[in-house]
């Protein structure tokens, strides 16, 4: 007859395995959420400081520095804004084997686009996993269309408002300064906008773009650490704002080809007012929505930026911006949505086949 103490230590080990199985793989998922925010900043740096470096008026050293801080600072301030929605909004609740397979996929499409040179939003990517996931594992019962629905238009409006916006602000601002004469201080004066404008810029990617990486995390998270759905989010944010920061520093430089040179050609006032309509659009679509709905929307930041550029292009002349690139970009964002839903699907159903995780 096996003693006491035996079945203790037995009960002990078994429940350790299954704790252990739950902690390696939330372990390897918040790698893959690294690794994703890593290549975040090193893509991505060029979508707030593409115009003031395509402008010439700062250098790409310290740009990808600017980009880093205030990334960093807009991630860990207003990350949790989209991370909520990205984590608790689409779905209710993401498993642990829901969050490792959304990494996977989500790094799987990402580099596949990559490799094909193909141009891809993290975001669509981001928010295609998460509706794949929950469509195999709830069906579509388990899917909240309201924020659903809201993340849908937001996407349909942020380019029309980008377009819009920076249309306008760059036929208002010829306006004011048609008479006036180029001195000196009147570069200067729009170098150092733009300048705030690509701090601004980065601001709101790092508030709106963290949760790509580091959203699907947010219940797990929270029933392991035992802690409240804020400071596991922070946590997220802080993870995340990291990764995209070094990425940034270290990678961005090599990857920073102006978006604006290949579209539309750009002088510092279309880069000014381009990079401030991107960074006013994307800041109005994180916050705005939290502070009615509860959930930031989580937009496309490089098509916020593209269509800045398209708007300033338009207003200066129809016929500079390349229509072709952007109906390969289009393409590209269309294809994103169906392709990462059944790769997640796939990935989710092999893991759950070969893992066996308790409930936490």
């Given at each position: 007859m096996p003693i006491k103490i035996n079945e203790k230590y037995q009960w002990i080990n078994e429940a350790g395995v299954l704790i252990d199985t739950v902690m390696i793989l939330l372990t390897?998922?918040?790698l893959l959420s690294f690794l994703l925010s890593l290549s975040?900043?090193?893509n991505d740096a060029a979508t707030p400081?593409?115009?003031?470096?395509?402008?010439?008026?700062?250098s790409i050293k310290r740009a990808v520095f600017l980009f880093a801080v205030f990334t960093f600072i807009g991630a860990v301030t207003q990350g949790f804004m989209v991370i909520k929605t990205i984590g608790k909004g689409i779905v209710n609740e993401i498993d642990i084997v829901g969050a490792v397979s959304i990494s996977i996929a989500t790094s799987i499409w990402v580099l596949y686009c990559s490799y094909k040179g193909l141009d891809v939003s993290v975001t669509h990517s981001s928010i295609g996993c998460v509706t794949g996931y929950g469509l195999i594992a709830y069906g579509f019962s388990g899917l909240n269309y309201d924020v659903i629905k809201n993340v849908v238009i937001s996407w349909v409006t942020s380019p029309i408002c980008a377009?819009?916006?920076?249309?306008?602000?760059?036929k208002l601002t010829m306006k004011i300064l048609m008479n006036k004469p180029w001195t000196y201080r009147l570069e200067k004066v729009i170098s150092y906008l733009l300048i705030f404008s690509l701090c601004f810029s980065a601001y709101s990617f790092g508030a709106n773009d963290v949760g790509n990486a580091t959203g699907a995390y947010v219940?797990?998270?929270?029933?392991?650490?035992k802690i409240p759905d804020y400071n596991?989010?922070?946590?997220?944010?802080?993870l995340g704002a990291t990764g995209i920061a070094i990425g940034g520093l270290f990678w961005g430089r090599r990857v920073i080809e102006t978006v604006a040179l290949k579209i539309t050609r750009i002088d510092a006032i279309m880069g000014m007012i381009a990079e401030l309509s991107n960074a006013l659009v994307v800041y109005l679509f994180t916050t705005i929505p939290y502070m009615i709905f509860g959930f930031g929307m989580p937009i496309s930041t490089s098509i916020a930026s593209n269509s800045s550029i398209i708007g300033v292009g338009l207003a200066k002349d129809y016929k500079a911006?390349?229509?072709r690139t952007i109906l390969k970009l289009v393409i590209g964002w269309?294809?994103?949505?169906?392709?990462?839903?059944l790769i997640t699907a796939i990935v989710y159903i092999t893991l759950k086949t070969i893992v066996t995780v308790p409930q936490i």
């Amino acid at each position: 007859m096996p003693i006491k103490i035996n079945e203790k230590y037995q009960w002990i080990n078994e429940a350790g395995v299954l704790i252990d199985t739950v902690m390696i793989l939330l372990t390897i998922g918040l790698l893959l959420s690294f690794l994703l925010s890593l290549s975040l900043g090193a893509n991505d740096a060029a979508t707030p400081t593409d115009c003031a470096v395509g402008a010439g008026v700062i250098s790409i050293k310290r740009a990808v520095f600017l980009f880093a801080v205030f990334t960093f600072i807009g991630a860990v301030t207003q990350g949790f804004m989209v991370i909520k929605t990205i984590g608790k909004g689409i779905v209710n609740e993401i498993d642990i084997v829901g969050a490792v397979s959304i990494s996977i996929a989500t790094s799987i499409w990402v580099l596949y686009c990559s490799y094909k040179g193909l141009d891809v939003s993290v975001t669509h990517s981001s928010i295609g996993c998460v509706t794949g996931y929950g469509l195999i594992a709830y069906g579509f019962s388990g899917l909240n269309y309201d924020v659903i629905k809201n993340v849908v238009i937001s996407w349909v409006t942020s380019p029309i408002c980008a377009i819009s916006l920076s249309y306008t602000l760059y036929k208002l601002t010829m306006k004011i300064l048609m008479n006036k004469p180029w001195t000196y201080r009147l570069e200067k004066v729009i170098s150092y906008l733009l300048i705030f404008s690509l701090c601004f810029s980065a601001y709101s990617f790092g508030a709106n773009d963290v949760g790509n990486a580091t959203g699907a995390y947010v219940t797990v998270a929270t029933k392991i650490g035992k802690i409240p759905d804020y400071n596991t989010m922070l946590f997220l944010s802080i993870l995340g704002a990291t990764g995209i920061a070094i990425g940034g520093l270290f990678w961005g430089r090599r990857v920073i080809e102006t978006v604006a040179l290949k579209i539309t050609r750009i002088d510092a006032i279309m880069g000014m007012i381009a990079e401030l309509s991107n960074a006013l659009v994307v800041y109005l679509f994180t916050t705005i929505p939290y502070m009615i709905f509860g959930f930031g929307m989580p937009i496309s930041t490089s098509i916020a930026s593209n269509s800045s550029i398209i708007g300033v292009g338009l207003a200066k002349d129809y016929k500079a911006v390349n229509y072709r690139t952007i109906l390969k970009l289009v393409i590209g964002w269309l294809s994103t949505l169906p392709m990462t839903m059944l790769i997640t699907a796939i990935v989710y159903i092999t893991l759950k086949t070969i893992v066996t995780v308790p409930q936490i």
